[in-house]
């Protein structure tokens, strides 16, 4: 597996690597035997950045790799990321996003406690607190830097104003935003692709599969559970789905033609667009994980990367990513 740079934090990461989330919701039932044997082929196979959150099954994700890192002996052989900032009742429903500074440090104690470590590799903001200045919040984690709690810091969904906020603060190591064949907001001109190479962070991109649709394996709403989050999302709607398997169709014929898959496609595509980007492709079985490990080899050349945006040019994808709702908590 190659390895790409965490911004300036001086850490290396595994250039692809994986989203665990679906190990505990927001995708259908899990089960965790089939969750562990993921995590460790992971390791086998050097895909050994991981990324978590507090809000993932309202803790329960953490927990979860926090069994398997101690069972495992394995917390020196990963770079653990993870998140604060969504903050959910006992029965996990949402009730807002906290940044405020006694918030930042109590939920990273709580994150340190349900992994089971002593101290996070990475640590986001979730999403952006319209009601604390990002200077205040990014504070508070710098707290956290110089008790030891913490390697380096990170932002998710920010605006690129408030990365420069936050760096002129403490550096931030990584900007976690979605990123794929269909999401192309951040490579728009003084968009975040290029405001995280200005401020030497990494761009980590998540939901690179475009929620699993860039695969091809999706062919109907039927496919997708009852608990399935993305029967709620825009771009899963009826009137969406359809529009958006043509533009599947296209990348499925250019993975053909590369001998690969459509996912390998999508994911060759963004470790093309720069060094500093690591896709985050997330999964809970070891054979989805073995083929997204697996698009680290393949080599796009130019030709290639025109033909692809020719057929998914920017504005292609039918729907937005998230409702309404979701919409109003990015890019703040």
């Not at 190990?23 to 992971?42: C, I, P, Q, V, W």
């Not at 998710?156 to 900007?175: G, T």
């Not at 997204?292 to 998914?312: K, P, Q, V, W, Y």
Request: net charge neutral; aromatic share 6%.
């Amino acid at each position: 597996m190659q390895t790409r740079a965490l911004g300036r934090s001086g850490k290396t990461v595994s250039a692809i690597g994986l989203g665990v989330m679906g190990m505990s919701e927001f995708y259908g039932d899990a089960d965790e035997k089939e969750n562990f044997a993921t995590l460790a082929r992971a390791i086998e196979l050097g895909v050994t950045f991981w990324d978590t959150a507090d809000a993932y099954g309202t803790g329960h994700n953490e927990r979860l790799i926090g069994r398997f890192l101690k069972e495992q002996r394995a917390r020196d052989r990963i770079v653990l990321a993870t998140k604060f900032g969504f903050v959910r009742d006992a029965s996990g429903r949402p009730i807002g996003i906290r940044g405020d500074p006694a918030y930042v440090a109590s939920a990273c104690d709580a994150s340190l406690s349900r992994l089971g470590i002593e101290r996070i590799d990475l640590y986001y903001q979730h999403r952006v607190d319209p009601n604390v200045p990002i200077e205040d919040t990014v504070g508070a984690m710098a707290e956290l830097v110089r008790a030891g709690k913490v390697r380096a810091l990170g932002l998710s969904e920010c605006s690129v104003e408030s990365l420069r906020r936050a760096c002129a603060v403490h550096p931030i190591s990584a900007v976690q935003s979605e990123y794929s064949l269909w999401t192309r907001e951040p490579e728009r001109p003084g968009g975040m692709l290029a405001a995280c190479r200005e401020q030497g962070a990494a761009f980590v991109a998540y939901s690179p599969l475009g929620r699993g649709f860039l695969t091809g394996k999706i062919e109907s709403l039927e496919e997708l559970g009852a608990n399935d989050f993305r029967r709620r999302t825009p771009r899963f709607a009826q009137e969406n789905f359809d529009r958006n398997l043509a533009l599947v169709a296209r990348v499925k014929e250019i993975a053909a033609e590369k001998r690969c898959t459509p996912g390998q496609l999508a994911l060759a595509w963004l470790l093309a667009r720069g060094e500093h980007v690591v896709p985050i492709p997330g999964t809970k079985r070891r054979k989805y994980l073995e083929e997204n490990a697996g698009a680290a080899e393949i080599r796009l050349d130019a030709r290639d990367l025109a033909r692809i945006d020719e057929a998914l040019p920017p504005g292609a994808a039918a729907g937005e990513r998230y409702d309404a709702a979701g919409m109003s908590l990015t890019n703040r």
